[in-house]
Nanobody, 121 residues
């Protein structure tokens, strides 16, 4: 079974920092693009940042310059470094990855369970 597990969420004051991690495990053949999404109460889930297998990145305008997405391919792990946090960053953050598994060799999207990030003012 392929699964993604996020960690690193918590409560911080405005201006603080957090680093989220997402570890992929299971019968994995390859991992392609990976990304972070977030969902605040009453809002749609939105893409925060994405990183390709080659390391190219894209960010939403609201986090550009404050967040950094990265990955460690040897560890099958995705990271999101969040600096200068604002109250509007408060949300559940989800990891997403396009993964080819060893059983079917078919690509599909996998989601983590989410980790809560709360930024107080």
């Amino acid at each position: 079974q392929v699964q993604l597990v996020e960690s690193g969420g918590g409560l911080v004051q405005a201006g603080g920092s957090l680093r989220l991690s997402c570890a992929a495990s299971g019968s994995i053949f390859s991992i392609n693009a990976m990304g972070w999404y977030r969902q605040a109460p009453g809002k749609q889930r939105e893409l925060v940042a994405i990183i390709t297998s080659g390391g190219s990145t894209n960010y939403s305008g609201s986090v550009k310059g404050r967040f950094t997405i990265s990955r460690d391919n040897a560890k099958n792990t995705l990271y999101l470094q969040m600096n200068s946090l604002k109250p509007e960053d408060t949300a559940v953050y989800y990891c997403n990855a396009a993964i080819v598994d060893n059983t079917w060799r078919q690509m599909r999207a996998y989601w983590g369970q989410g980790t809560q990030v709360t930024v107080s003012s």
